[in-house]
């Protein structure tokens, strides 16, 4: 068992520090300060013992705390763990008291040392423990070896002290004594309760000393940080954490000014010698160097219940030459004498200690929109944006092979419609193709008729083939899946009931668009939700994997004649906000989707349920919906996968609203059968239309068959009227590859961002190292390691791909001048325009200077934005979920987040550095 202090739980319960057993209610603030009171008023008999010499044994503590507490430990108003801290609360009044006259009579440090071990002697011996104290290490500084840790500490009146794990302030009254201003901390309520009455002109902090430098305000910044913290325990854990005292060590560094010095008090094994730990303190001596380390005999800590061996560590805060050398440790100490000899010896002089100046994170409000611009503007009503909608009429065709027409050996056939005919509507402006298997089989006969505006046929705005989307997904959605169900109140848990049953629900069955590029899936996707809207549906959900991607529903949604801004974005309403739109077609993305609940904060899945309705009947369109893959898990070569949290997501969003619209999009859907499993509103299992009884007999037989299965399955789905799958033709298609040579200034500037991109990596894996959200361990969050990694490969993708476009396009431009030459027409697919981020600037620029508008739309500022908006900096906690796994989870003070000052100052390092790079011309 390892040791030492706080007491490390969040919110601990008010029972066991200074009052009964470990089952006791929560106290009030009133009754926690008079159990406060009264230990201190047996510290101060215990005291007025001390300076008689009086040893104080178990029958002198008993005494001591009947008569402050008015009753026996038998009756539950105290434990011995109580009077063991009221014990070192009388060490502490009584070194204030006659600690100057004891230093001045010793004349020196080693002299003081024999005094101060007749004292401990006087104290007794704990040798019984509460559950807390042992899971939580509440072991107090023995005050011989506080004396030798002030002493390696070297605190002036010029100090500023901090003891991030205060406990009963054994350390801390020998920092007193020695002059320095006292900055204390301590999570456990009962022993910061008790410090705020021994140091009454201390104003304790009570945070998890693990991150005490993301906590604690900007402006407590110490010279001197003396510690003794737990060596395996972690607040909200119930495991042993063997980096625990790294990590109270870590931060503590961080929250050090330059020059100050660091004393800690560990586990005897927290050594760079140590193999286990070489490379952590490889990473520590970056920021500060371990200039004396020693161990001592556990004898040391026999009084306090222990005997555990410890070290003793001094790191000056300055970054070591070779972070790989270190001073080589002097042994172990058989004694505190021994020990403060070696103190005294070894440990250098202290450095020069930095101006404390503190110094605001750094600030870009040009690349930052006022609040204004992102304020949400209402959509116009319904009445006034909407056209006229009109039933698009067709004739239902029988299908069959023209006479001597046969499939050909191509992989690929054309496609034209096959049970239906509509007149007047427009070829798909491309051929259209699709495959072999699909062309065998001919869509059934629809009876459904869509509502669209006139001039959607008539002009072409929709092809037939898009048409015939429509149409088909209006089919789909008007049957019900075979059978009742219930859902649970998480949305997690469906199970069959039976029809009468209280509560039973039908699903309404869903459609699946497979298209390929360039067949217009956000078209056909735009006609279906305004069919439905002239219908009287007026909500509809679209779900993205980008939120950059709204610009293109906007714009496929606009080009049926709709009020573009009636598709709205969700991030413009809070988390646990109400959604205040009375209709609209709310955008959001799976990232964005999958967010849990926080507090008091519903999760995004319910947030969007509460302003549907239960009974909402409206569409619910998953773009992109191979995003929601592995949605129930499988198993893998190296062992079971979970679930994803995006394909949860998505199925919560569909069995909270059974009777909603569902529409799937995505060209590469039926590529595995285990990427289908979100798609549960096409009745594969559990149904009529196929032969499975469950989803695990539905895998087991299409895995059996292969990819041979997997086509027969996409041809069934059409052919039940449930699937489509076009693709373009490329037939007759030629083409030439450009060579563009760079130039050497291209390679400068290319090389230089290629590293820039290799700084910001290292910074990001560090981040989420310094925020809790992975950790020695591996991972503690895996939905914040994955949004922050997406987030980074997004942005350097879409960087680089603008940098290597930037740098081909004087090649293009030559090629396209000798072609138009050459009579040939030239057409160009601008793939981003950078019209969002142009937007962004113009926004952020003060009306003053618009007469001469200079701003940088560089590709650069894409990374300037991700650092400065997506970043990962909020801080995350460790804990032990209900099923032992160890995971963390975000911290927030007052309802707000706390950021990791470490990942902030990373990042603002980071943006520093990039903005003095060249820009990309």
Known sequence: MVRPLPALRKNPVMTESLA???????????????????????????????????????????????????????????????????????????????????????????????????????????????????????????????????????????????????????????????????????????????????????????????????????????????????????????????????????????????????????????????????????????????????????????????????????????????????????????????????????????????????????????????????????????????????????????????????LTDALYEEYALQAIRIPGAHAHPTKLVQSAAMASVASPKASYRPHLPASVVADGILSDAQLESVIYAGEAHSEFLAGSWTVDATFDVVAAAGDDAENAVRFRRGWFLGDGTGAGKGRQVAGILVDNWLKGRRRAVWISKSDKLIEDAQRDWSALGMERLLVT??????????????????????????????????????????????????????????????????????????????????????????????????????????????????????????????????????????????????????????????????EGVAYELIEHQLTPEQVRIYDAYAGAFSVIHNNLDAAMRAANITGETGTLNGQAKSAARSAFESAKQRFFGHLLTSMKTPSLIRSIERDLEAGHAAVIQIVSTGEALMERRLAGIPTEEWGDVRVDITPREYVLDYLAHSFPVQLYEPFTDSEGNLCSRPVYRDGQPVESRDAVARRDRLIEKLASLPPVP
């Open 569 to 730: 974005p969700l991030s413009r309403f809070r988390q646990g906000a109400a959604i205040r739109l009375a209709e609209g077609v709310l955008f959001t993305t799976y990232a964005t989707l999958r967010t849990d609940e926080r507090g008091e904060k519903l999760s995004r899945v319910r947030q969007i349920v509460e302003w549907l309705g239960s009974d909402f009947a409206g569409v619910i369109v998953f773009d992109e919906s191979h995003a929601m893959q592995n949605a129930a898990g499988q198993k893998g070569e190296r062992g079971d996968q979970a679930a994803s949290h995006q394909g949860r997501a998505g199925l919560r969003l569909q069995h909270a609203l059974p009777n909603a619209r569902v529409v799937y999009v995505s060209a590469t859907g039926a590529t595995t059968v285990h990427n289908l499993a979100y798609a549960q509103r096409l009745g594969l299992w559990g149904g009529t239309d196929f032969p499975f009884a469950t989803r695990a007999e539905f895998v087991l037989a299409i895995e059996e068959g292969g990819v041979a299965a997997m086509e027969v399955l996409a041809r069934d789905l059409k052919a039940l009227g449930l699937y489509a799958a076009r693709s373009l033709s490329y």
């Open 20 to 406: 009964g057993g470990a089952a006791a209610a929560p106290l009030s603030m009133r009754a926690a300060a008079t159990l406060t009171s009264a230990a201190v008023r047996a510290a101060r008999q215990l005291a007025m013992d001390l300076e008689r010499g009086r040893r104080i044994d178990a029958a002198v503590l008993r005494s001591a705390m009947e008569a402050a507490f008015g009753a026996s430990d038998a009756s539950g108003a105290w434990n011995w763990k109580t009077a063991y801290d009221a014990c070192e609360a009388a060490t502490v009044l009584f070194l204030r008291k006659f600690g100057p006259a004891i230093r001045v009579k010793a004349g020196s440090n080693a002299a003081m040392l024999p005094m101060l071990a007749r004292i401990a002697r006087c104290l007794p011996t704990h040798t019984r423990r509460s559950e807390d104290s042992q899971a939580l290490q509440q072991f107090s500084t023995p005050i011989p070896l506080g004396l030798a840790a002030c002493t390696a500490a070297g605190i002036t009146s010029a100090d500023r002290v901090l003891e991030p794990s205060a406990g009963t302030g054994l350390l801390a009254i020998f920092a007193e004594l020695a002059g320095g201003a006292l900055i204390l901390n301590e999570l456990a309520e009962a022993r910061a309760a008790l410090l705020g009455q021994l140091f009454a002109n201390v104003k304790v902090t009570r945070f998890d000393a693990a991150q005490i430098d993301d906590h604690l305000d900007a402006g407590a910044v110490p010279s001197v940080v003396l510690m003794n913290p737990p060596f395996s325990a972690l607040a909200n854990v119930d495991r042993r954490m063997a980096d625990s005292a790294l990590r109270h060590i870590a931060s503590s560094l961080a929250r050090l000014c330059d020059g100050g010095r660091l004393v800690a008090i560990t586990g005897a094994s927290l050594t760079p010698d140590n193999p286990a730990w070489r490379d952590a303190f490889v990473r520590l001596q970056e920021r500060g160097r371990v200039v004396f380390s020693a161990a001592i005999e556990g004898a040391v800590y026999a009084k306090h219940g222990t005997l555990t061996d410890t070290r003793l560590l001094v790191i000056d805060k300055r970054p070591a030459a070779d972070p790989k050398i270190f001073e080589a440790s002097l042994g172990v100490a058989s004694d505190v004498a021994t020990l403060l000899d070696w103190v005294t010896q070894h440990v250098p002089p202290r450095l020069p200690v930095a101006t404390l100046v503190v110094v605001d994170a750094i600030r870009r409000p040009a690349t930052l929109r006022p609040v204004s611009a992102f304020a949400p503007r209402p959509p116009s009503p319904s009445g006034d944006g909407a056209p006229q909608g009109v039933e698009l009429t067709y004739e239902a065709v029988e299908w069959m092979l023209p006479d001597g027409a046969r």
